[in-house]
């Protein structure tokens, strides 16, 4: 039996009426009765409804069926029948029931979804997601910056040439440059989120909006040509997290003084990123960033692979958008971030049963030396009882000799399975001082 849908029957009839030519009276009665009849009736396919009826009422399907289950509930009828389908009629007010679906449904109503028996194996699929989860973890990061003032921004992936011009950190050669632009201010793919942000800064300041901490998630391009490579793997896309902050941090008011944006601003923020993605900000190695688009910067490393660069941005950059404030960045390698985070593992730690023990030192060093020397120093020194060592003050005075700084240093011991005693403390402490003086040349004070 050919099923034909609502749509199918009515065009047919309508079909027919037109290949009679002139219409009398008859043909339109009779054509009525045609649309009238396939509004009522609806063709379901036999062995769908016949299968499914059997097999969870236990009763083969017909007329008895459709009024035998209930009496005076079910008001289908059964118009033909044969080995193929059943043709029903439908009453005008069902305008739910069309399908196969829609009449089992009706049956299944009137004799009883709770007389239906449970099967013993429920099928399910399962869905995988690749761990860490790209999507998920941006949108955390997202909540997070948001919760502390940051607003999003999204700018075109197409940008000016003339941005990578004289800049050694983006070279020229290794932009991907666009074979018909529409213009030459969307001529190249950005290879950074930079300059992208920068043009956001610049409308927001000539538009008395001048206080800014923006974030934004995309993809940079570049172009590395080598000779005999595949043409395509000449070209890399890669995901970054760019942060801007920009003009105040705090707003003069009656009760406190404005007070600027700086560079450890931007660092607190992009460490909060880190330690909310799992790394342990003081197991990363840190080097001073010499990128020409910095005038001053630092740059995050762990295991070879680059996290993140911090820095005030250089004068050179910010001219050709007119801004004249300073602006902070800091730019994520978000794809080496996913890697490294992959093989991080949570752990819980119950809460130590034994108190810490805090000792302060004032070393006397050299300008050049920087705090991380020395925490690293610390730490290969002690590595079992020292938790943490924090910088609290630095000093620099014409009384500390040419080319000296004074660093008062806090460190933090704790032993998981006692108390620890002052000589233990003492000894550590010594421990600490001597090395210092060997390694630093520095003088306790």
């Not at 034909?4 to 009426?17: A, I, R």
């Not at 069309?98 to 109503?109: K, Q």
Request: aromatic share 10%; with cysteine; proline share 2%.
């Amino acid at each position: 039996m050919a099923f034909e849908s609502l749509t199918d029957k009515l065009q047919n009839v309508f079909k027919n009426l037109r290949s009679k030519g002139r219409l009398t009276e008859a043909d339109v009665k009779e054509a009525m009765k045609e649309v009238k009849r396939a509004l009522l009736e609806a063709d379901v396919n036999f062995r769908v409804v016949k299968s499914f009826v059997k097999t969870v009422t236990d009763r083969a399907i017909g007329q008895d069926v459709l009024t035998g289950l209930n009496p005076g509930q079910m008001v289908i009828k059964i118009v033909k029948e044969d080995t193929e389908g059943l043709s029903l009629q439908i009453p005008p007010y069902r305008v739910d029931v069309r399908r196969e679906a829609d009449v089992i449904e009706d049956i299944l109503r009137i004799y009883g979804f709770n007389n239906i028996e449970v099967p013993a194996k429920v099928n399910s699929t399962l869905s995988y997601s690749e761990k860490p989860d790209d999507f998920q973890l941006k949108n955390k990061i997202a909540d997070l910056l948001a919760a502390n003032g940051f607003n999003e921004i999204m700018n075109n992936s197409l940008t000016k040439a003339s941005y990578y011009e004289h800049l050694e950190t983006y070279r020229p050669e290794e932009t991907v440059m666009l074979f018909n632009p529409l213009s030459s201010d969307l001529s190249a793919m950005r290879q950074s989120l930079l300059f992208g942000g920068l043009e956001t800064i610049a409308y927001n300041i000539n538009r008395k909006n001048s206080n800014l901490r923006l974030f934004e998630f995309g993809k940079a391009y570049t172009f590395h040509k080598k000779e005999g490579e595949n043409h395509l793997k000449q070209y890399k896309e890669e995901d970054k997290l760019a942060l801007f902050i920009t003009g105040d941090k705090i707003q003069a008011s009656w009760n406190s003084k404005e007070q600027k944006t700086d560079f450890f601003n931007l660092k607190s923020y992009a460490e909060m990123i880190l330690i909310r993605l799992g790394f342990k900000t003081e197991m990363l190695t840190l080097e001073e960033c010499s990128a020409d688009i910095y005038r001053e910067g630092i740059s995050y490393t762990q295991n070879g692979k680059h996290i993140v660069t911090i820095g005030m941005l250089s004068h050179k950059v910010l001219k050709p958008n007119d801004i004249e404030q300073e602006v902070y960045y800091a730019e994520f390698s978000w794809e080496n971030i996913l890697k490294v985070i992959k093989n991080h593992t949570i752990t819980f730690t119950p809460m130590p049963k034994f108190p810490a023990v805090k000792r302060d030192l004032a070393l006397l060093l050299d300008k050049k030396i920087s705090f991380k020397e020395v925490r690293d120093i610390a730490f290969r020194t002690e590595k079992s009882l020292l938790k943490s060592v924090t910088l609290f003050d630095v000093y620099e005075g014409e009384k500390l000799g040419a080319g000296k700084k004074s660093y008062a240093i806090s460190f933090t011991l704790q032993d998981d399975e006692k108390t620890l005693t002052d000589k233990q403390i003492d000894k550590i402490m010594n421990k600490l001082m001597g090395t210092y003086k060997h390694q630093l040349s520095a003088e306790i004070r």
